[in-house]
């Protein structure tokens, strides 16, 4: 592909972004939310709790449709990106190279997108579907309904969750990488505003995603705090309660800023590669101790039946009824995967210059969703093995969906030190997301600056802290839900806006050329019409055979 001058120009027009100042409008703005929010929290959280299920009500009624809708759209959009002529674009100079490694590239996306998340779901997703069968689809504890567990439990997790990551992530990465734009979701608007982009639509939409990151990341947080409490309820019987999971809550935060100011290459990426070596020698260990032949046999059953229901299960948006499993589940993890898509999206693009679309795309998609997969079949293969041979791991649920994976852990040797594993991973993977939160709502802050002031990375960490803390007093997983559904609403027309300027823009793109040495068909059939013409009138045979086409 032909490079253009703006493409030329990229690496200059960057080094603009490397310190910024804080863009005042957009920090005041949305701090300003923020604190209300705390406040409101702190003064009457039972009448925030109040009000926030009441609109959770209104928009899940009247916009269940559109969270499925938008979903699907961004699933299907991501394959047609990286099919199309498009994929052979690069995320910068037509000469760049990736800055890191793929291995240590996967490892930082995985656990910035949702380690705390499977962490928390890998065992009590599958047992919910199990005792209580999504839309009344099959009998509790049945075989049916086992086969619904694990369909349902990739479905939330792999591909639609990671395509709505790649999109937003896509968009950021081409406009700021090849185009020398600053790294904000508002950039990703030029083709459609123009200058406006950068003015004050510009800030409004760089502040609706500092808000959604604030409560996607928080809704996480609560979750690690609440899995930590309990993990430290088994072995240590420290008291569950919502001021012990708050105090977990203050020193977690502590770290996850430290390692934010670190800066990404120390901080984060030591952390993500520590924390994929623990979680690997965790379902290693369980792969071995456990029902070995009936993990595999899920899986490769499961993923079967993924691929085969992907299609309806995605446009089930309970017309006929189930509404509200489909609100407490899947638009709540559609909604939640919304929230998280500004920090994921913006840090995923930090970490990938250099790579083209369509690698850049199937290595955002498919490397998680292939770790979702094998997450889910010994985790939750395990659980609902254990739970239909007449263990009833289903009623730690009742105790809260935090406990279910200690309880499976208590079935097999050496409980303590797997359930202390199980902590420093939940913490790890709370301080590596967190730390990727807070340095992404630094950039938005600071007009998209690559390496923010640590002032404002240290109060948007400070803040993501004291909103999980409040959402927690509020009604704790409950309320995380609810709030998350909420700040993910408006969000999801910026990522639609998003992703139709994407398109616009990349339709203005040249031709990518071929790679050396590779043919395409037009050229190849050139050849052979150049060749028949040249062949001998007497119809003798030429010396050198026509290459085949294709």
Known sequence: ???????????????????????????????????????????????????????????????????????????????????????????GRDDERPEFKTVSWITMMFSAGMGIGLMFYGVAEPLSHLSEPPMGLAEPNSQKGAELAMQYSFFHWAFHPWAMYAVIGLALAYFSFRHGRANLISSTFFPLLGKRSEGNAGRAIDSFAILATLFGSATSLGLGALQINSGLNQLYDVPKSTPIAIAIIALLTLAFIVSAVSGVHRGVQYLSNLNMVLAVALLFFLFVVGPTVFVLSTFTESVGDYFAQIVPMSFRAGAFGGQDWLGGWTIFYWAWWMSWTPFVGAFIARISRGRTIREFVFGVVLAPSLVTFVWFSILGGISINLQLGGVNLAGALEQGQETALFELLRQYPWFALTASVVILLVAFFFVSGADAASLVMAMLSCRGCREPRNLVTIFWGVMTGAVAGILLLAGGLSALQTLCILAAFPFMFVMIGAAVSLVKELRNEPDPAPRPGRRTISTTVEELDDKALSAPANGSTPETSPTPVG
């Open 1 to 91: 592909m032909s490079t253009t001058p703006e493409n030329q120009s990229t690496p200059d027009r960057a080094e603009r972004f490397l310190r910024l100042p804080a863009d005042r409008p957009v920090l005041a703005t949305s701090a300003a939310l923020a604190l209300g929010f705390i406040l409101w929290g702190i003064v009457d959280n039972k009448g925030l709790a109040g009000v926030a299920g009441d609109a959770l009500a209104w928009v899940i009624k009247s916009f269940g449709w559109l969270f499925v809708l938008a979903s699907a759209g961004f699933v299907v959009l991501a394959l047609v990106l990286a099919c199309s002529r498009y994929g052979r674009i690069r995320l």
